[in-house]
């Protein structure tokens, strides 16, 4: 199946860092959504974006859909050790049938070094 | 406390044997979703169910399967056709409405043994 381009694949950071991270398509998308992964856990909404150019935060998360909506990204400011996990980015193309899906980025592997 | 459970967390299958996995949640969600986690591959989508009695095949179906009796509960069987079994298999769900995001339960980690 199709997945999203996600990168960096991985990241070691100093604790106090900000921190960026994207997704690109090659395909037109309506939703995209950005969830954090801890180890042995399930994945867990941060953010979700429905609009083309919208900007949006949650604590010290921000993401952006972007304006050609085949690409968003994800910004971490002054990260801490809890931020440590894998990020995922998923997207979906439309609302009816096999569009509906979300398809999966392969995650951004965030280490953080207090 | 409304959410999604998926028991049990660990899961032990002998070759050839069926297991089932149980995924079951008090969200009164219309929609459920399988989704197999190996390392380095993210998320990739067995089966989904949009409404009861209803499911359609994901991207790697194959040896696996599904019901969708109750609104609540949607469990998958790995069956002996899944050569490869081992893997962490998570259960999502979401409600009916367009575009609202799918939230997940704390996953099932299956080894053969």
């Known amino acids: 199946g199709q997945q999203l381009n996600q990168s960096p694949q991985s990241m070691f950071i100093q604790e106090g860092e900000d921190v960026s991270m994207n997704c690109t398509s090659s395909s037109i998308f309506n939703t995209w959504l950005w969830y954090k992964q801890d180890p042995g856990e399930g994945p867990v909404l941060l953010i979700a974006l429905y609009k083309a150019g919208e900007l949006t935060s949650n604590g010290r998360l921000t993401a952006q859909f972007g304006i050609t909506r085949k690409d968003s990204f994800l910004n971490i400011s002054a990260s801490i050790p809890s931020d440590v996990g894998i990020y995922f980015c998923?997207?979906?193309?439309?609302?009816?049938?096999?569009?509906?899906?979300?398809?999966w980025g392969l995650g951004t592997s965030l280490a953080v070094n207090p | 406390d409304g959410g999604i459970t998926q028991s049990p967390k660990y899961l032990f299958r002998k070759e050839g044997q069926n297991v089932t996995l149980s995924c079951e949640q008090n969200?009164?969600?219309?929609?459920m979703y399988w989704y197999r986690q190996d390392p380095g591959q993210g998320l990739r989508l067995i089966y989904y169910s949009q409404i009861v009695n209803d499911f359609q095949k994901g991207d790697i179906a194959e040896g696996y399967s599904v019901s969708r009796e109750k609104k609540e509960s949607f469990p998958l069987t790995v069956t002996s056709a899944q050569k490869n079994p081992t893997a962490f298999y998570l259960c999502?769900?979401?409600?009916?409405?367009?575009?609202?995001?799918?939230?997940f339960g704390d996953g099932t980690r299956l080894s053969i043994l």
């Open positions: 998923a997207g979906q193309r439309g609302n009816a049938g096999n569009n509906r899906k979300l398809i």
């Open positions: 999502a769900s979401k409600t009916g409405a367009l575009n609202q995001p799918q939230h």
């Open positions: 969200l009164n969600h219309d929609a």
